[in-house]
């Protein structure tokens, strides 16, 4: 089965910029998905295939993917974006990446 | 406004069967242009998709999974539910419904999460 690999912490000041990478064999030819979870909810989808933002999500989150790596990254860090950051592809099933933990130093 | 809502017992005793329904409101669970579906969390770990289901009854499974699962939908009720037969408690989890906007799109709406404990 399809397997994603994600860094399992980044740290990042205040008003910084935050990349949590994503990496999977070709995932470049995959719509890569990113979602947000703060402890205790559920999962909050912040980009869709590869580099969509849906309403309300704000513009600080951006999206690539080329490759053998898809990049969610965040601009202007604030400390409400502490929280854990997923990914997720479809490879003949729903794959989900094991997570990226963001701390806000 | 789609809301999605699980509901089922908190606690499943080993070997017993896990039984979960995920009612819909805000949208039909007969709309062709979307798949729903079952995850879960483990206590303090990742996300883990179980499977997903169109309302037409088409079944889509983590094969990585045990083939203990089975999705079901019941389009008059507008929900859909989940069965594991036999647990363990490495099936102690946040069990989670969601949709999703055709079969490789987003999660985008989520239910709050039922928290499930297999303990004798």
């Known amino acids: 089965s399809y397997v994603l690999t994600q860094p399992p912490s980044v740290s990042v000041a205040p008003g910084e910029t935050a990349r949590i990478t994503c990496a999977g064999n070709n995932i470049g030819s995959n719509s890569v998905h990113w979602y947000q979870q703060k402890s205790g909810q559920a999962p909050v989808v912040v980009i869709s295939y590869d580099s969509d933002r849906p309403s309300g999500i704000p513009e600080r989150f951006s999206g690539s993917n080329s490759g053998n790596t898809a990049t969610l990254t965040i601009s202007r860090v604030e400390a409400g974006d502490e929280a854990d950051y997923y990914c997720q592809v479809w490879d003949n099933s729903s794959v989900f990446g094991p997570g990226t933990t963001v701390t806000v130093l | 406004q789609v809301q999605l809502q699980e509901s089922g017992p908190g606690l499943v005793k080993p070997s017993e069967t896990l039984s979960l329904t995920c009612a819909v409101s805000?949208?039909?669970?007969?709309?062709?242009?979307?798949?729903w579906g079952w995850i879960r969390q483990p206590p303090g770990k990742g996300l883990e998709w179980i499977g997903s289901?169109?309302?037409?009854?088409?079944?889509f499974y983590n094969p990585s999974l045990n083939s203990g699962f089975t999705i079901s939908v019941d389009t008059a009720k507008n929900h859909f539910s989940l069965k594991l037969t036999s647990v363990t408690a490495a099936d102690t989890a946040l069990y989670f419904c969601a949709r999703q906007r055709g079969i490789g799109g987003a999660w985008k709406y989520w239910g709050l999460g039922t928290l499930v404990t297999v303990s004798s």
């Open positions: 289901i169109y309302y037409t009854g088409t079944t």
């Open positions: 805000g949208d039909s669970i007969s709309s062709q242009s979307h798949y």
